[in-house]
């Protein structure tokens, strides 16, 4: 049984800014519905490999019969691990489309879509017993508040939080329904929408722990690339984008590269190009494109 995904963001756009030799060893760091890796597949040459990883267990529903292909059932962020374990310690490019699968959101039951009701899960490894329950149920309210500020943006954080931490004394909070009523104030009809959004990301990136497996995993690719080999990274929001752009610039995520005595700075990467957004036509083919952000870099 294949599950259902929908068409891969930028397709052409990523595989191609690989730069793909046909004998290459590659890496697709989040398989989901494959589309990214069977492209990349088309352009490898017999003696090809790649690699392919993604946490989901649904995802496993859409391996590919192909011997010069690996799906490993693992974060990205055990990048390097797992390669070694099979034996690779260099690869020639790495992919990366990051963010939550078009499959993810439209399963009502896995709690990532404002779309539904269903109980606060939002886990993409469904092993996992931390949940978004364990998130809106348990955390402190500074706790709680540093989440929808720093992973939400939102302005209202703070309030939201002792709202949240306020109600939960009367009843748990086990569903996405009673998250919305019990926020209420903070939803303002015109806005209801994009606020709620913002207040699911908050929660799923604390509950994946995104932002630390994409620090632990840029930090690997310098490590596991060979020299010319390339990172082909979608994001799909600022705090993403932000990441990939200063690890491509500066080798780092904070501050700036120190200078040797003639000011020149050593960093990892060059940026191939600024970044890529996808067209108007593809935005409107499938609406998860439209905040994606591509950005290609170039191993010195």
């Known amino acids: 049984m294949v599950m259902e995904y929908h068409n891969p963001v930028l397709l052409h756009e990523t595989v191609d800014g690989l730069n793909i030799k046909p004998d290459g060893i590659y890496v697709d760091v989040t398989f989901g519905g494959g589309g990214h890796s069977r492209e990349i597949l088309k352009r490898l040459g017999p003696t090809g490999k790649l690699i392919a990883f993604d946490q ?27 390669l070694r374990f099979h034996g690779y310690k260099t690869v020639d490019g790495i992919l990366g489309d990051f963010g939550v699968s078009s499959h993810q959101f439209d399963v009502a039951e896995r709690g990532f879509s404002t779309r539904f009701e269903a ?9 996992s017993n931390f949940s978004a329950y364990t998130v809106v149920n348990k955390y ?22 002792r709202l949240i931490v306020e109600k939960r004394q009367e009843e748990k909070i086990k569903t996405s329904e009673q998250l919305k009523n019990v926020l209420g104030r903070f939803l303002p009809a ?66 700036e590269p120190e200078k040797d005595v003639f000011g020149r700075v050593e960093v990892p990467f060059k940026a191939v190009e600024k970044f890529i957004i996808p067209s108007k036509e593809e935005i409107k083919e499938n609406n998860r494109a439209r905040s994606a952000k591509l950005r290609i870099a170039e191993k010195l």
């Open 56 to 82: 989901d267990k649904d995802a496993l529903e859409n391996d590919i019969d192909d011997e010069r292909f690996l799906l490993i059932n693992q974060n990205f962020r055990f990048l390097k691990k797992f």
């Open 119 to 127: 109980d606060l899960d939002m886990r993409m490894n469904r092993d």
């Open 140 to 161: 402190e309210e500074a706790q709680l508040r540093n989440v929808f500020s720093n992973y939400g943006e939102l302005r209202s954080a703070a309030g939201m939080a």
């Open 190 to 255: 015109h806005k209801e929408n994009k606020i709620l959004a913002q207040i699911y990301q908050a929660i799923r990136i604390e509950v994946n722990q995104e932002i630390e497996a994409l620090k632990e995993f840029l930090l690997q690719t310098n490590e596991v690339l060979e020299s010319g080999g390339r990172i082909s990274l979608i994001s799909y929001h600022s705090l993403e984008d932000r990441l990939v752009k200063r690890y491509i610039r500066n080798g780092m995520f904070e501050g």
